[in-house]
């Protein structure tokens, strides 16, 4: 079993940023990919941004260079930094944590609201 825990989400105003966080823990083995997803009402879970155990590193067209994933493979967490932020980047955003087998784990989700 992984658990994950997600901090960071929040109200921002457009054009702010906001940075996200989840934490990792329990067995975590073998090569895996980690991430972010997120989801409005009414539509389906999207990805957002995934970086691999080799640090190769996937973006949804809509990101546009405005976020930055990272990940520590050593505390096992992963980040969002998310820069320019648009009212339509408004969603609950979650932490995925994927092994190669296909087993997967998700986060509780953090709100994430921008608007003026």
């Known amino acids: 079993q992984v658990q994950l825990a997600e901090s960071g989400g929040g109200l921002v105003q457009p054009g702010g940023s906001l940075r996200l966080s989840c934490a990792a823990s329990?067995?975590?083995?073998?090569?895996?990919?980690m991430g972010w997803y997120r989801q409005v009402p009414g539509k389906e879970r999207e990805l957002v941004a995934v970086?691999?155990?080799?640090?190769?590193?996937k973006y949804a067209d809509f990101v546009e260079g405005r976020f930055v994933v990272s990940r520590d493979n050593v505390y096992n967490t992963v980040s969002l930094q998310m820069d320019n932020l648009k009212p339509e980047d408004t969603a609950v955003y979650y932490c995925?944590?994927?092994?190669?087998?296909?087993?997967?784990?998700w986060g509780k989700g953090t709100l994430v609201t921008v608007s003026s």
């Open positions: 970086v691999f155990t080799g640090n190769v590193k």
């Open positions: 329990g067995s975590i083995v073998g090569r895996n990919v």
């Open positions: 995925n944590f994927r092994l190669f087998s296909g087993v997967e784990y």
